[in-house]
């Protein structure tokens, strides 16, 4: 079992940062990739970035060149830096976590971004 628990959402002004973080226990020896997805109000749920135990990271179209993922090497901590916040980037974010067997998911935070 993993257990996913995100922090760092809340609200910020378009053009600002903030970063978003999410801390994996229990098996994250079992930890094949970490991701973040996210939710906004009346859509489906999409991927915004992933990245694998070897560093190989995939983001979504929407979010290249404004937001980064990163690990920590024990595969606990995933990370992402979103910079240039639009309001279309307001949702609820989630952690994901991919192992062999199954997906694992925290519960989300919210990030608004207000024009």
């Known amino acids: 079992q993993v257990q996913l628990v995100e922090s760092g959402g809340g609200l910020v002004q378009a053009g600002g940062s903030l970063r978003v973080s999410c801390a994996a226990s229990?098996?994250?020896?079992?930890?094949?990739?970490m991701g973040w997805y996210r939710q906004a109000p009346g859509s489906q749920r999409e991927l915004v970035a992933t990245?694998?135990?070897?560093?190989?990271?995939n983001y979504a179209d929407s979010v290249k060149g404004r937001f980064t993922i990163s690990r920590d090497n024990a595969m606990n901590t995933v990370y992402l830096q979103m910079n240039s916040l639009k309001p279309e980037d307001t949702a609820v974010y989630y952690c994901?976590?991919?192992?062999?067997?199954?997906?694992?998911w925290g519960k989300g935070t919210l990030v608004t971004v207000s024009s």
């Open positions: 994901n976590a991919r192992t062999f067997i199954r997906n694992y």
């Open positions: 990245i694998t135990r070897g560093g190989e990271t």
């Open positions: 229990g098996s994250t020896f079992s930890i094949a990739a």
